[in-house]
């Protein structure tokens, strides 16, 4: 065993779990209602009815580590390019990066969060995940005013989180087109943001805030 890598049996173990949601992801892309039942992810995973049982313990359980891979998916988009410039700038290039990612497979993402709006006896674990994703893009606070430092670092991680999750719902429920989802985050990031940036900063992100909400709205 190579040093540094986890024992043979945990190794299986992730690997197994990965099979499974490998399997999850192509049932659901497919399903006419982007459903399926626990036979028939062991069966498209070639696996024992009862390993999906084994590694999540239940259906609800694998959509949360689906919602898991796909926020990770983000992540190394935006980790393998580096966005130059401030915090503003990385945030607003993180939400192009995970609506990118968003669009990539939109059956699947549509159905992996409105999974999340499901009562479960099993509290979501999605939110702070979804939090470090923009404490990602934040860094070191670099664009936000100094007396704000402070508060910035504890709201805007998970007000960012908030405003990405709830473009996506109304996206879901059809009253936000493929094409105006990119337009419509950039808006809120950048009102969320204004209250926090540095006085050189506030012109550039109220005149980004005037262009995407004109190309947010429905041309009438």
């Not at 059809?174 to 900063?201: K, M, N």
């Amino acid at each position: 065993m190579g040093h540094g890598q986890p024992p043979l049996r945990e190794q299986n173990r992730l690997q197994a779990r990965e099979v499974v949601l490998d399997a999850a992801e192509r049932l659901l892309d497919r399903s006419e209602n982007s459903d399926f039942s626990m036979r028939e992810l062991a069966a498209e995973a070639g696996v024992g009815f009862a390993t999906p049982f084994n590694h999540f313990g239940s259906k609800n359980a694998i959509m949360q580590a689906l919602s898991t891979r796909l926020i990770e998916r983000m992540a190394a988009r935006y980790g393998a390019v580096s966005p130059a410039g401030d915090a503003i700038d990385r945030v607003l290039a993180m939400g192009e990066f995970a609506i990118a990612q968003t669009l990539e497979r939109p059956v699947i993402a549509k159905a992996v969060v409105s999974s999340l709006s499901v009562l479960s006896s099993t509290p979501s674990n999605v939110r702070p995940k979804s939090q470090l994703l923009w404490s990602l893009a934040l860094g070191d606070y670099a664009g936000i005013a100094g007396d704000m430092s402070r508060l910035a670092q504890a709201v805007l991680p998970e007000q960012l989180a908030y405003s990405f999750r709830g473009c996506l719902s109304f996206w879901i429920a059809g009253e936000l087109g493929d094409d105006r989802l990119a337009a419509t985050f950039e808006t809120g990031a950048c009102t969320i943001l204004l209250g926090f940036a540095a006085s050189e900063r506030r012109p550039n992100l109220l005149e980004r805030i005037r262009e995407a909400s004109s190309n947010a709205t429905d041309p009438t």
